[in-house]
């Protein structure tokens, strides 16, 4: 109960085009749903985060669309550029006291062609 | 503030030996976590630790070990490597461990077993 889905595996968009990357998630103790952005030989960094008592949080061209009832979320990008071009990983948390662990989906690599 | 830094950055062992890296996270924060990153099992959660003490264990062997000092920094320990500990090794801190807050990563130490 602890996995988390993530597809596509990769994805191939052109300049001004939508990305969309999908997660679903097992466990309905998750509360807390981030998302990052890894850039080769770089660690992951956050992108933007969701709450499960929000359906939709937009941070400039990044939302994150979020169905509690289907358990499912997923990541938009607006008019994706070539410098978007990264693996997106999705994750789970929950709060409890012994600790925060994120529980990541299998990545996506992103290509954005200019 | 300085971001999560990691040494060494580049390792490489044989099988059999051990390992020590080390990490130090964003000056105030108190919880540090290890994850393993391979293309084939992606993201994986090793250990967290918070005020010295580890507060949460992943689905690792006991050749995989942590600590963290007074000062936050921490050191994870890999005994008897194996080929398959080839891996990018991260850590990320946070100033909590309430599993809702965000998590830094540092660039990673890139660990290869021969």
């Known amino acids: 109960q602890q996995q988390v889905k993530q597809s596509p595996q990769s994805l191939i968009v052109q300049k001004g085009g939508i990305s969309i990357i999908n997660c679903a998630y097992e466990?309905?103790?998750?509360?807390?749903f981030p998302w990052y952005q890894q850039f080769p030989g770089k660690g992951p960094a956050l992108l933007i985060a969701i709450r499960p008592d929000v359906s939709e949080k937009k941070e400039g061209r990044f939302t994150i669309s979020f169905n509690k009832s289907a358990k499912q979320f997923s990541l938009h990008i607006m008019d994706s550029q070539p410098g978007d071009s990264a693996t997106y990983f999705c994750?789970?948390?929950?709060?409890?006291?012994?600790?925060?662990?994120?529980?990541f989906g299998e990545g996506t690599q992103l290509t954005v062609n200019p | 503030k300085a971001g999560v830094t990691q040494t060494p950055r580049y390792l490489i062992k044989t099988r059999g030996q051990q390992v020590t890296l080390s990490c130090s996270p964003i000056?105030?924060?108190?919880?540090v976590s290890w994850y393993q990153q391979t293309p084939g099992q992606g993201l994986q959660f090793l250990f967290e630790y918070f005020s010295e003490t580890q507060r949460n264990k992943g689905n690792f062997p006991g050749r995989f070990s942590g600590r963290q000092f007074s000062n936050s920094r921490s050191e994870m320990n890999v005994s008897t490597l194996e080929l398959g500990d080839s891996a990018l090794y991260l850590c990320?801190?946070?100033?909590?461990?309430?599993?809702?807050?965000?998590?830094?990563f540092g660039p990673g130490t890139r660990l290869l077993v021969l």
């Open positions: 990320a801190s946070s100033p909590r461990a309430t599993g809702q807050e965000t998590q830094y």
């Open positions: 466990n309905t103790a998750f509360d807390y």
């Open positions: 994750a789970a948390s929950r709060k409890e006291t012994s600790g925060s662990r994120l529980t």
């Open positions: 000056s105030g924060h108190r919880s």
